[in-house]
Structures are given as C-alpha cells and as structure tokens.
C-alpha cells in the first residue's frame, strides 16, 4: 500500500513537472509553421498572439486572418466584442493601414474647398467607377466645409487614363472633375504637350494598398474603403483630430 502511494505520489510529481515545462508556442514558430500552408508565394508579414480565446492574429499585407497555436486552423472573418459590439478585426485593419497624411503629394491632386475647408480628405476614385459617381452626386455635393483632395486612380481601364488627362490638363481641374463626375460632361481632349500624374498616382495607390475606388483618406491617417453616405462622413470628421 506504501508502495503503490509512493508510485502515485511520483507520477503525480512528474505529470506536475511536464505541464510546467509546456510554454507556449513562440509566434516565429507560428509563423513558421502557416506560412507554407497557406499556399505558394504567400508571406505572412507577422503573427501576433491576441488576447482573446487563443488565437493568434495572422498579418498578410493588410488582411487579418486568425489561427492556433498549432496552425491548424484557419479562420478568416471579423471578431466583434459582444459587450462593446466593436468589431476587433476592423478597428485593427485600421490600425495597420493608417498613413501619414502630410506624406501624400498633394500636388498630383485636384482641390476643392467647400465652405471654410477647414476639414480635409483624400479622395481616390477612377473616373469610371459608378461608386464614385454616386460619392460626388449625394454624399460630398451635401457635405460642406471640407477641403478633397482628388486623386485620379485610373484602375479600370485604359479609358480612365484618357478621362484623367483630359480633365486634369482643363483650366479648371475641379470643375471639370465635378462636370464628368456630377453631370456626365466630358472634358475636351487634352493638349499633347500636357503631362498628367497617372502612372505616379496609381504607383501611389499599389504603395497605399488601394485596392478599389472610391477609397477615402482622413487628416488622422485613417481611411474609409468604397462610399459612405453624408451621415457617416459626418460620423467620422467627429472622431477625427483635423
């Protein structure tokens, strides 16, 4: 009987022993690990343990996605805060994609100062993108008191770049935006001699990680993807330090 407690009271010592000698996995081996499971040519920028449920956010450019500490599972959607009902993921992606707003080169952009201007965007649209068409007929016809800055991100065609330079190379750039884009006026041909900033601007939106249009740039660095109505600009030019 002595024997058989000192056999349990031994086991019990070493099984205490091996959970201590467990640590959690590092997340370079995380990283290690997924990084091949996801595919050829994927490169998992950075994995970082989060704190909830044990999971561990994975970083692919400017996507969020989430595993476990063996890589075995794969979760790709948004994690809301039940309590808050913040979404997590989104105030992450966020984070990541803020800019410095005073790095933007303001002069490849067409400017328009509504009212006192004194709230400032940037705005990135192609001119035949029907989103952006519908931005500048409703929600920034309503909105006053801001200054936009547009830049002309020519990803849908080769037409776009054609509409670009015509309306960038007008004596009037923001009216000629506002005829093409409000009213469907075209802007006469461009003279030849006249040099537009596409290809820097759509360099800009690759290094930016624009994806589509319209995409919307805040003082703060922040940025809004696709259109927002007027009550959620609104919303936003609240939380933003201009």
Aim: aromatic share 8%.
């Amino acid at each position: 009987m002595r024997k058989s407690k000192s056999v349990l009271l031994s086991l019990s010592v070493l099984m205490a022993s091996c959970v201590g000698a467990q640590t959690p996995p590092s997340t370079e081996a995380i990283k290690k690990l997924i990084e091949p499971r996801l595919g050829v040519n994927v490169k998992v920028d950075s994995v970082t343990e989060t704190p909830y449920s044990g999971l561990y956010e994975v970083r692919i450019g400017n996507d969020i996605l989430y595993t476990d500490k063996t890589a075995t599972y794969l979760i790709n959607g948004h994690i809301f805060n039940l309590s808050t009902g913040a979404d997590l993921t989104r105030e992450r992606i966020d984070d990541i994609t803020k800019i410095k707003f005073s790095d933007l080169p303001l002069d490849k952009a067409i400017k328009t100062v509504k009212g006192d201007g004194s709230r400032v965007i940037a705005v990135f649209e192609d001119p035949n993108c029907g989103y952006c068409k519908r931005l500048r007929q409703t929600t920034l016809k309503e909105t006053d008191n801001v200054t936009i800055y547009t830049f002309m991100y020519n990803i849908l065609s080769d037409d776009s770049f054609v509409k670009s330079k015509n309306i960038w190379c007008s004596p009037d750039r923001s009216k000629a935006w506002d005829d093409w884009m409000v009213s469907g006026k075209a802007a006469p041909a461009a003279d030849a001699k006249c040099e537009a900033p596409n290809d820097e601007v759509v360099e800009l939106g690759h290094k930016l990680g624009i994806q589509g249009t319209p995409a919307i740039f805040f003082a703060d660095g922040s940025r809004i993807p696709g259109a927002i109505d007027a009550k959620s600009l609104e919303e936003k030019f609240s939380k933003v330090k201009q």
